[in-house]
């Protein structure tokens, strides 16, 4: 009777089953739209707080490329030369921009507008990042679904969506690469996963046109091209290789490295760069596995040794060959055939300085600021940095701020609750290890080094960072669970066993009945041989154990699984009230609008906008601006002036140049910039309220840069005993400077006299002198930034004496810009 009885309860289980899955689909659905509707609108405090306006500096860049396209078309975007930005040189934008940004929102754009819905390119241009990165928690739901499972994925993207190093990123105004970057990195990663779990060729095939996105997107795709084949030796060393893993790995860098090279701004270096030898050297091993695969499963176990004795001979030459013509390649490069990113992030001792820098947490929302010393303890900060491969080659490089290691408190501020989870997360992983978890781990690994080396790759590190804490919760609320129900279930059966008296006896007779029937079926089929018996009980014995080993830990008493589901949750609510401070104080502010709070209120500085509004309205078009290169692409952007330096700094002897001016005393610095026929020259300045980005902070590194290029130009000139003062124990090179004085001229005005700098927090050393070269046209509200005109050069005029010239060279009117005409024209 007992086997009938169990057919019966097996025939209605199909149904409930595909029903409660089809429930789950659809719940995980709505889930997931939630999860998305979260991500879009905890990027929108900066819309809500401030206005639908563009952030930060490299946004208009690309905000001016957008409006190029989509009012000229495709073909005049690759073939642009723009004569506003690197005077006299230009650029060419076609051929030295990532497009995948500014395609992206030309054609949502025009989609738009195909469908009668009237929004500008700004406003477009400005939500794309909040709209990408509700796409990337659904592309890291799919991609924690492979490793671990659907529970796991949506915590994952819940987690994401929320992540505050991600926010910092992608809020709304954010119009830079990586607000659509890390939707591909992670959409690459995923289908490279899921091949790897299915094997099929279509998702390779996808995961390279995914691939193909990400190099259109962002310079960071060699991210991804040197962590999947190291996945992919990974997997052949650790003996796992397989026709999933050739299928993954095979088509992507065939396919995925001809269509990265269709790129203008990529091109040959496809091919040609360090950063892509990596997935080649791991091609031309996976096809050796291959082949050695293939021929065991041809030949007999002594013709196989002979055979792959001869494979691995042929495949070592052919490996010492290609090694030899990559070092002959790399050797012709001075660089090794590195970028110089490259090497910044490969210098170990860029990581040990990030592991070794004291713990001050950097100014929220100053993530594009330039390393900004203070005068008390800027000796030891600045003696730190110099020690690195980036400071001493290409200053250029670690002038940046993002380019800096980060501090440990920035890993609490940017990823809080997960940077505990993640071990937690990592020992899921193991149990069991398959190839996608082992691929996770490994991109686990690797971000936390690179963020470690560059506080702007704390980014990449944020997706795993969520991707692990995931799996760690979603396991830990699977244990709580089950250890919850097997209470209630245990409890239930007492209660039923008590409430009844004939009843316990029906529900004990049937299992023990069962088991006799069982055990008679299970002598029948031992009696043939001893053989069978010994295998079979072995093979019955295993299973038990195995079960009894497993069930054991992941069963906890009620009270403490209690206690802990409580804490979790408690965790939770304290990763939702940290993101969304995050979001709408820390990350939400943009940098062209700037807000302090005092004890009178809320103050709005809007200098900047205001500077590049007087340039636009009082100057002519075709004046040509000055100023140090974080503000070329907003000066062009927002003043439509042209400019000699911007943020593409992709030539570092003009920026040195215009750093050699700025170090330089007036009058070599007015012949300086009168060889690049410039007009005005713009300063950042905040000594009066108290910015800390401004240029005087940023100076030792335009004396560093020119000084790279122009050996006149001596560091020590400018420091008193190793450190930067501008005080009256600043060196006199310092005082006389162009940059000091355009930075400090009629200071005094503003408190009496005393000249005192807020943000250095000391009385300025030269207080009272007048400019000869230079001229102030303009000064915003707040002082926070300053514009200065060359005056004309006096005319020299034959058979006149010295006294003569100095009266006329007084009649001029430098304010009217009124000369006297030249009599011998």
């Given at each position: ?22 429930f ?5 659905f ?71 940004l ?8 025009k989609?738009?507008?195909s ?6 390119v700004?406003?477009v ?7 990408f ?12 679904k492979?490793?671990?499972g ?51 060729l279509?998702y ?8 193909f ?7 960071g ?27 993954a790995?095979a ?37 050796v ?11 007999s176990?002594?013709?196989f ?10 495949g ?35 990581l ?6 004291a ?10 600021s330039?390393?900004?010393?203070s ?9 730190a ?18 380019h ?35 691929f ?27 991707i692990?804490s ?29 409430a ?22 299970d002598?029948?089929k031992?009696?043939?041989s ?54 709408a ?24 906008r ?33 400019v000699i ?14 750093g050699?001016?700025m ?32 240029d ?37 090179t310092?005082?006389n ?13 503003t408190?009496?006299?005393k000249g ?18 230079f ?48 009599p011998?024209?």
């Amino acid at each position: 009777m007992a086997v009938p009885i169990d057919n019966n309860l097996t025939k209605p289980t199909p149904p409930s089953s595909t029903l409660r899955f089809a429930f789950g689909n659809v719940l995980a659905f709505f889930i997931l739209l939630l999860i998305g509707v979260l991500a879009f609108s905890i990027r929108l405090f900066s819309v809500i707080k401030y206005e639908s306006v563009i952030h930060e500096f490299d946004p208009y860049f690309n905000y001016r490329v957008t409006q190029f396209l989509t009012k000229n078309g495709i073909y005049d975007f690759w073939n642009w030369f723009d004569d506003r930005t690197w005077y006299p040189l230009g650029r060419v934008i076609g051929g030295t921009v990532y497009p995948g940004l500014t395609l992206t929102a030309g054609t949502i754009w025009k989609v738009l507008q195909s469908l009668n819905i009237p929004l500008s390119v700004e406003t477009v241009c400005v939500f794309t990042a909040p709209v990408f990165s509700a796409f990337a928690s659904w592309a890291a739901y799919l991609l924690t679904k492979e490793v671990k499972g659907t529970g796991a994925g949506l915590t994952a993207a819940v987690l994401l969506a929320m992540v505050p190093s991600y926010i910092s990123r992608s809020v709304a105004g954010s119009y830079d690469n990586e607000a659509v970057a890390i939707f591909a990195l992670i959409f690459t990663f995923y289908l490279y996963v899921k091949t790897l779990n299915t094997g099929s060729l279509f998702y390779a095939t996808l995961n390279s046109i995914a691939y193909f996105y990400m190099v259109c997107s962002w310079g960071g795709y060699t991210f991804i091209i040197n962590l999947i084949p190291m996945h992919v030796l990974l997997c052949i060393v650790t003996g796992r290789y397989s026709s999933r893993l050739y299928i993954a790995y095979a088509p992507l860098v065939v396919l995925g490295t001809l269509l990265a090279a269709l790129v203008p701004v990529v091109g040959f270096n496809a091919v040609m760069t360090s950063e892509h030898f990596a997935s080649f050297l791991v091609f031309i091993v996976i096809h050796v596995v291959a082949l050695a695969y293939y021929i065991k499963g041809m030949l007999s176990p002594k013709m196989f040794k002979v055979a792959a004795t001869l494979v691995v001979s042929v495949g070592l030459v052919v490996c010492c060959a290609v090694v030899a013509v990559l070092v002959a390649v790399v050797a012709s490069s001075p660089t090794k055939g590195w970028s110089g990113r490259s090497l910044s992030l490969l210098d170990p001792l860029r990581l040990a300085l990030g592991w070794s820098r004291a713990l001050d947490l950097p100014v929220p929302g100053q993530r594009h600021s330039r390393l900004a010393p203070s005068v008390p303890g800027y000796k030891t900060q600045y003696q730190a940095v110099k020690k690195t491969y980036a400071s001493k080659y290409i200053p250029i490089i670690a002038s940046v701020s993002e380019h800096q290691p980060p501090t440990w408190p920035s890993y609490f501020m940017d990823l809080n609750v997960l940077a505990f989870l993640v071990p937690a997360g990592i020992i899921a992983c193991f149990s069991p290890l398959s190839d996608a978890s082992s691929f996770v781990i490994l991109y686990l690994v690797m971000s936390v080094y690179f963020s470690g080396v560059m506080v702007r790759l704390m980014l990449v590190l944020a997706p795993a960072a969520c991707i692990m804490s995931g799996i760690a919760l979603s396991e830990a609320f699977d244990v709580f669970t089950r250890s919850i129900k097997f209470y209630i279930s245990n409890l239930s059966e007492s209660l039923q066993i008590d409430a009844g008296d004939t009843v316990p006896g029906n529900n004990v007779s049937p299992p023990s009945d069962v088991l006799k029937n069982d055990k008679k079926e299970d002598m029948l089929k031992e009696r043939p041989s001893r053989k069978n018996k010994k295998k079979e009980k072995e093979n019955i014995e295993k299973p038990s154990v195995k079960s009894k080993t497993e069930k054991r830990p992941l069963v906890l008493p009620v009270e403490a699984s209690f206690f802990a589901l409580f804490l979790t949750v408690l965790l939770g609510g304290f990763y939702v009230v940290h993101s969304v401070w995050a979001a709408a104080e820390a990350y939400s502010a943009p940098s062209i609008v700037l807000t302090s709070h005092s004890h009178d209120g809320l103050h709005v500085f809007d200098d900047f906008r205001e500077a590049y509004a007087w340039l636009s309205h009082n100057t002519e078009v075709d004046d040509k601006v000055a100023s140090w290169w974080d503000y070329g692409y907003q000066t062009t952007a927002m003043a439509n002036r042209t400019v000699i330096v911007d943020n593409n700094t992709w030539n570092n002897t003009h920026i040195a140049t215009v750093g050699t001016a700025m170090s330089s005393p007036e009058k070599a610095a007015w012949e300086i910039f009168n060889s690049l026929d410039v007009k005005y020259v713009l300063v950042v300045f905040g000594g009066l309220v108290g910015y800390p980005s401004d240029d005087i902070n940023k100076f030792l590194w335009m004396v560093r840069i020119g000084g790279g290029v122009f050996p006149h130009i001596k560091e020590p000139d400018y420091l008193r005993d190793g450190q930067y003062r501008i005080d009256s124990q600043a060196t006199p090179t310092m005082l006389n400077s162009l940059m000091y004085k355009l930075s400090y001229f009629r200071f005094v005005e503003t408190d009496g006299g005393k000249g005192y700098d807020r943000v250095r927090r000391t009385e300025i050393g030269r207080k009272h002198f007048k400019l000869t070269h230079f001229e102030e046209v303009f000064t915003t509200h707040h002082w926070m930034v300053r514009i200065y005109k060359l005056k004309p050069q006096k005319n020299r005029i034959r058979g006149k004496t010295k006294k003569s010239k100095s009266k006329t060279s007084y009649t001029t009117t430098p304010r009217s810009g009124t000369v006297k005409k030249n009599p011998w024209h």
